[in-house]
T-cell receptor
Framework: KAGVTQTPRYLIKTRGQQVTLSCSPI?????VSWYQQTPGQGLQFLFE???????NKGNFPGRFSGRQFSNSRSEMNVSTLELGDSALYLC?????????????FGSGTRLTVV | DAKTTQPPSMDCAEGRAANLPCNHS???????VYWYRQIHSQGPQYIIH???NNETNEMASLIITEDRKSSTLILPHATLRDTAVYYC???????????FGTGTSLTVIP
């Protein structure tokens, strides 16, 4: 079966711009989580959506937001980009969040802010 | 969620067993132990998970101590492709995000 698909794979944006990243979960999975990975901070949880509702949220500023659609696809938006937002953004899906096989991760979107 | 402690790095000879330890002394009764690995710049990959019993799958074995305060991931015959960062995570079974620590960087040496 198809895995978790993240688009685009690479993105270069200018400071102050906004960006939208997309994640298509595995078919049937209703939970989608987003993580930010940087060399200095490692993997950090952003938020989780389950059945179109944000269920958990990490400690990130309000510039980071997300949503989930009725088909479980999710988008993450970062407004007013800062240089420090340069990172690998990972999306993970699961049937109900965590669970028997944890999460399946996508390959990520590499965002560079210049 | 409980915090985990892992050694920052380990080496293992190719073909030998790699034993990666993890301490989770504050684990709760309803928290599972999950292991993931991340090969450079790819998304983390699920390896195995368990609650209290030892578990084995085609990739690895997971040994959890009786008091559940620590566990060991065993890769029985390490190959060069097993070089990766290995993360030990404890989390309730559903509805919880994973807190990734710094993991163990495993280098398999030819």
């Amino acid at each position: 079966k198809a895995g978790v698909t993240q688009t685009p794979r690479y993105l270069i944006k200018t400071r102050g711009q906004q960006v939208t990243l997309s994640c298509s979960p595995i078919s049937g999975h209703r939970s989608v989580s987003w993580y930010q990975q940087t060399p200095g901070q490692g993997l950090q949880f952003l938020f989780e959506y389950f059945s179109e509702t944000q269920r958990n949220k990490g400690n990130f500023p309000g510039r980071f937001s997300g949503r989930q659609f009725s088909n479980s696809r999710s988008e993450m938006n970062v407004s007013t980009l800062e240089l420090g937002d340069s990172a690998l953004y990972l999306c993970a899906s699961s049937w109900r969040g965590g669970g028997d096989y944890g999460y399946t991760f996508g390959s990520g979107t590499r965002l560079t802010v210049v | 969620d409980a915090k985990t402690t892992q050694p920052p790095s380990m080496d293992c000879a190719e073909g030998r067993a790699a034993n990666l330890p993890c301490n989770h002394s504050t684990i709760s009764g309803n928290e599972y132990v999950y292991w993931y690995r991340q090969i450079h710049s790819q998304g983390p990959q699920y390896i195995i998970h368990g609650l209290k019993n030892n578990e084995t799958n085609e990739m690895a074995s997971l040994i959890i101590t009786e008091d559940r305060k620590s566990s060991t991931l065993i890769l029985p015959h390490a190959t060069l492709r097993d070089t990766a960062v290995y993360y030990c995570i404890v989390s309730r079974n559903t509805g919880n995000q994973f807190y990734f620590g710094t993991g163990t960087s495993l280098t398999v040496i030819p």
